[in-house]
């Protein structure tokens, strides 16, 4: 009887993913063409915008009638090919009219950061320090401003304003959107000692001993803020709950079926918004003590600022994601298996806290897939 019970279990258990990939065959296409733009890849297994395109193909949104997107060809930006070999197929090389075409055929614009690629990560040291390619263009606030004019879907993420981006084009999609990138960025650690983790870069502690004129001698969990070559440390004293939380509001709770409150550790950046035409869906909190209080009010810093923006005025639809959200995504090929997601934390790439898959699986692709619905609704 127990080996029968066994059996048959394990029969379930294979029949499974043939279940779940059935079920995403049966599942209709529906056309959505979304322009996607992402300037910072140095390998294509490993590009922001694969969760994009995940959640895509999972859900069956098609590039035309019968094609699904390809993470590896589907995007405009920066496109390695081998060894230090690459493309650039960003905006840049667009007419006003071929961007004018372009906006009448998308339904959405999704840039991720712009950060892009310098010579030092491609070449290594054989070149002199300088930015390959990246940085918001001309041409993309061209495109962005047809978009907003045409009604259409804009979603922008984390680190879109900052540098190789000129501040006259900052300032123009600062203008256009209702929003001001205030220079600080930060990230979450769960060791500050440099000898045990190697993923804290090397010019955040030479800011820091030349700023302050002393040895980095952190341990421990901790938040590091930056600001051009200014350094802030939280440490352990400093907070009282060790990450950043993402708050979410009610409405927004309701409309993205995401949590109240979600746990976030990578990077994220601080903003100010018009709150007579946008509002914050969600916000980031640090947590900090009286010391880490003290700390924050010296460089003007708030605990509190907006984690995701949307429009509530204006005749435009329009979310700035303030963190490096599509930041951890899961194989391709789980994308063909419907109700995957369930499953997150079995095929969820790994990162340095748990509670990043958590974030991904729970607050990401809800956000996402629904930001997707809406547009191909119409609504």
């Excluded at 589907?74 to 081998?82: A, K, V």
């Excluded at 009610?250 to 903003?271: D, L, M, N, V």
């Excluded at 600022?305 to 994601?321: D, E, M, Q, W």
């Amino acid at each position: 009887m127990v080996k029968k019970i066994a059996l048959t279990f394990i029969i379930m258990i294979l029949l499974v993913p043939f279940v779940m990939y059935a079920i995403w065959l049966g599942t209709p296409k529906q056309k959505l063409v979304i322009a996607i733009i992402d300037k910072s890849i140095l390998n294509k297994s490993r590009a922001d915008h694969l969760s994009l395109t995940w959640i895509l193909n999972n859900n069956k949104y098609t590039k035309t009638s019968k094609e699904l997107y390809d993470s590896k060809r589907d995007y405009f930006g920066f496109h390695p090919l081998n060894d230090v070999s690459y493309e650039v197929k960003g905006l840049e090389r667009f007419s006003y009219e071929q961007l004018e075409q372009l906006s009448t055929d998308c339904k959405m614009a999704y840039y991720f950061d712009t950060y892009g690629v310098y010579n030092v990560d491609w070449y290594g040291d054989e070149k002199p320090y300088g930015v390959l390619y990246g940085g918001l263009s001309s041409q993309d606030i061209q495109f962005l401003r047809l978009m907003k004019a045409k009604n259409k879907h804009i979603v922008a993420e984390f680190d879109l304003l900052g540098g190789p981006t000129t501040i006259e084009n900052r300032k123009d999609f600062e203008d256009e959107f209702h929003l001001r990138w205030t220079g600080w960025t930060g990230r979450f650690f769960s060791e500050l000692d440099l000898e045990k983790n190697k993923d804290i870069p090397n010019w955040v502690k030479d800011n820091f001993e030349k700023e302050h004129q002393k040895k980095w001698d952190f341990n421990g969990t901790g938040i590091v803020l930056v600001k051009g070559n200014q350094i802030l440390v939280l440490d352990g004293k400093d907070l009282k709950t060790a990450y950043p939380i993402i708050w979410s509001t009610q409405g927004a709770r309701k409309k993205y079926g995401i949590p109240e409150k979600t746990a976030y550790s990578f990077w994220f950046e601080i903003i100010d918004i018009d709150t007579s035409i946008n509002q914050a869906d969600a916000n980031f909190k640090l947590d900090v003590s009286d010391s880490g209080h003290k700390k924050l009010r010296e460089l003007d810093i708030p605990n509190e600022f907006p984690a995701i923006v949307s429009n509530k005025k204006g005749n435009f639809r329009f979310k700035y994601l303030a963190g490096d959200f599509s930041n951890g995504h899961s194989p391709m090929w789980t994308s063909y298996f419907k109700g995957i997601d369930k499953l997150q934390y079995i095929f969820g790439e790994e990162h340095e806290m748990a509670h990043s898959n958590e974030f991904y699986t729970f607050f990401y692709k809800p956000l996402l897939k629904n930001i997707l619905e809406e547009c191909a609704d119409g609504n």
